[in-house]
């Protein structure tokens, strides 16, 4: 599979039993202890601007056992440079979960307007568990490990299910005694130990993906201390964690029709069919071939699965028709087409969606849109710190994909059972999204997910063809936050709409809330600039 995910990143395609439930209660407030703190604000690194400051704070572990053992929690600011007209903080996510979020304030400060730069001191953290704030890991996994898992198949699921289990084990070896306290809800009561160490009554948030579910749980949580709350790239309140990856399958299938009519409308291009039917069935041909005999490209053998392995593909019809006709052509056996499609390009989302495409940063429905996932955020890769474990990225994802909620089957045969049904249902990804997940495995949660149900006057944007958190999954967040406003940016691709690309429409209601307070009167749809056209699709990817 190395060589698709070459090939995808160069077309710029480039995320032990435990005590029963308990209740949600008062104990979400952090201990009186923990809200006293003051940060020992210093320079974060000489080769950072000197506005770049860093600190550290201590959070529990358990909150329910406030004086018991603490873990460290890295944040970070750059303060507003005009007092006058500074409101509060604006605390940052880009996304995940495994994502570091502590440099996140200097990319903001050079994307963000000033007249909205000028009301907030930009915040960021690395929530708990990841990069800087006490970082765990599931010690050392192979490449396969690294990943959601593959495609269903009869044959192989008995290994499937040995993949799983083993990587449950890895993880609860190493970090077992953290694990079950990195989950959502812990990271929302961290958010208000922020909030009060910095002397703030409110906070204001921006969240990018997972960072959306973040922000929608601290808004049930601490509703009196949640301010200006946008969440762009929404995930499901409803759907998590099992129906945010099934997603994937589901949502992939109308992205995949509009790639035919949009590849028909250039057969004299691609060459792939001059009918939406025809398209769809040359690609359907390509996968059966492979599964047949596996296709030799560059060098390397691509089976059906293989073919099939990314459904974030077809979000971007111009990357698709590049990838699609590339891969016909090594079926073929005729020349590659130009336009930048052989593998070994230098894209910097070649370390995400371009390194695996089994692993969850390829395809976590929580990353971003080069590199979706764990370590990456919501506009292509993050940075962060050198010495964190190299499995961190893919404890935290398990750790609160499993840990946040109990609906995962327990049952290895009821994913065989699901995997076939979606295999029919939804042929291009479905098999792979409901295949079995160490969550099989995992430890049960400390606490069940956080219902929705306190009013929250948030706003959430949204792309219309976003391949990671799709429409459905956006206006789901926006159906469950009552009294939210959305912004709709109906052409718009990719994951991540603020400031992901200067003309994008939905910048402008997002500013106008950052900086007055007031949600729009009604829900907003704009119309994104439509991309500018690439015969090749990659060539200036």
Known sequence: MKHLARLLATSGLLAAALPGLAAPSASAAPAPAYLRQTPAWHRCSPDRPAAYECATLKVPLDYQRPEGRTLNLAISRMKSENPAKRRGVLLLNPGGPGTSGLYRPIRTNAEMPKDVRDRYDLVGFDPRGVGESSPIECGDLSEAEVGVGGAYRPETFASDVSWARGIADKCREKSGDVIPYITTRNTARDMDVIRAALGERTVSYLGYSYGTYLGAVYSQMFPERTDRFVLDSGVDPGRVWRGMIQAWGTEAEPAFERWTRWAAE????????????????????????????????????????????????????????????????????????????????????????????????????????????????????????????????????????????????????????????????????????????????????????????????????????????????????????????????????????????????????????????????????????????????????
């Open 266 to 541: 250039r057969s004299d291009t691609y060459g792939l069919g001059a009918t939406p039917e025809a398209v769809s069935a040359t690609f359907w041909a390509l996968v059966a071939r492979a599964d047949r005999d596996p296709i030799i490209h560059y060098g390397e053998k691509m089976t059906g699965d293989d073919i099939r392995a990314d459904p974030s593909l077809f979000f971007d019809p111009h990357g698709a028709s590049a990838v699609v006709k590339s891969i016909k052509a090594s079926a073929d056996k005729a020349p590659q087409p130009p336009g930048g499609t052989a593998p070994g390009g230098t894209d910097p989302g070649a370390s995400g969606k371009g390194a695996d495409r089994k692993g969850p940063g390829a395809q976590s429905p929580l990353g971003g849109v080069r590199a979706a996932g764990p370590g990456v955020d919501a506009g292509g890769a993050s940075e962060g710190p050198d010495a964190v474990p190299a499995s961190n990225a893919t404890a935290v994802y398990w750790a609160v994909v499993c840990g946040d909620t109990d609906n995962w089957p327990r049952d290895p045969e009821q994913y065989a059972r699901d995997a076939a049904r979606d295999k029919v249902k939804h042929p291009l990804y479905g098999d792979f999204a409901s295949n079995i997940k160490p969550c099989a495995f995992w430890q049960r949660p400390l606490e069940p997910a956080t219902p929705m149900k306190t009013r929250a006057d948030v706003l959430t944007v949204q792309n219309e063809w976003d391949p990671m958190t799709p429409l459905g999954t956006g206006q789901g967040l926006h159906q469950a936050l009552k009294g939210s406003r959305m912004v709709l940016a109906l052409g718009g691709e990719g994951h991540g709409v603020y400031l992901s690309n200067p003309t994008a429409c939905a910048n402008i209601p997002v500013n106008a809330y950052l900086s007055t307070g007031r949600l729009p009167a009604k829900d907003v749809t704009c119309h994104n600039p439509p991309p500018t056209p690439d015969p090749e699709g990659a060539a200036a990817r």
